[in-house]
């Protein structure tokens, strides 16, 4: 398992000791926060006498809102898929998690696309912070599982409401992204969002998180 921002090499820092500095600097520059989450990938191969393949799993930093903060979870969907890439070399990769990201969001069409414009607002930048040779984007194509067997991803992977909420959050934030290694044979049925309508969060005695389990069937090419 590695720590995702060990996997780059990184520029020395002059770090301020002045915390509204601190703060200031967090606030316009994203890669201050990137470099500071601690979330790690857990890959490993498995294999036998015909072939092999990679299995990853991740869980993304949750940061929603800002476009500093999106940069954040971009550039962190960036390292993981190059570190898995990596590793994997030439076999099939499955990588999958809690990504923290929806259907909608610019990390999910970067993953699907493999990049970003150069001048969008959510696209990290290269700086004299970022990572060396930083670039948003990474060699092979991935694709999202549910999205190859039903023509879109699942009504909604998570359903939460905290004390902090005003109402319950429900969507897609989990997937089992593939390389083109693999055909999809089929996926884990999922429930739709009208099985909520008395249900205010999970977890509840019949579901024990507030994610619900994915699953995928595939068959290597």
């Keep these: 398992m590695d720590r995702v921002t060990d996997t780059m090499k990184w520029p020395s820092w002059q770090k301020s000791t002045d915390l ?30 015909k072939s092999s393949f990679v299995i990853g799993n991740y869980h993304m930093p949750c940061l ?20 898995a890439e990596k590793f994997a070399g030439n076999d099939a990769l499955v990588l999958a998690g809690d990504w923290n990201i929806t259907p909608d969001s610019a990390t999910y069409e970067m993953i699907q696309s493999r990049g970003l414009s150069e001048n969008h607002p959510q ?15 990474f060699e092979n194509r991935l694709r999202s599982a549910y ?9 909604f992977t998570n359903h939460a409401w905290t004390s902090s909420m005003s109402e319950p959050f429900t969507n897609t934030l989990d997937y089992i992204w593939i390389s083109d290694h693999w055909d999809v044979e089929s996926v884990l049925e999922l ?13 509840t005695e019949s579901e024990p998180s507030d994610h619900i389990m994915i699953g995928a069937t595939l068959h290597h090419i």
């Excluded at 696209?123 to 984007?137: C, F, G, L």
């Excluded at 999205?147 to 009504?155: C, D, I, M, T």
């Design 20 to 49: 509204s500095t601190q703060q200031q600097e967090q606030e316009e520059d994203s890669w201050k926060t990137t470099r500071s989450r601690k979330n790690g990938v857990v890959l490993v191969r498995l294999s036998d006498d």
């Design 64 to 83: 929603f809102g800002s476009d500093i903060a999106c940069q954040s979870m971009i550039a962190h969907a960036v390292m993981v898929i190059r570190a």
């Design 123 to 137: 696209n990290p930048p290269q700086n004299e912070r970022s990572p060396y040779k930083w670039n948003a984007t």
């Design 147 to 155: 999205q190859v067997a039903n023509g879109h991803e699942p009504e």
């Design 191 to 203: 429930p739709q969002r009208e099985t909520l309508k008395d249900i205010k969060s999970y977890p």
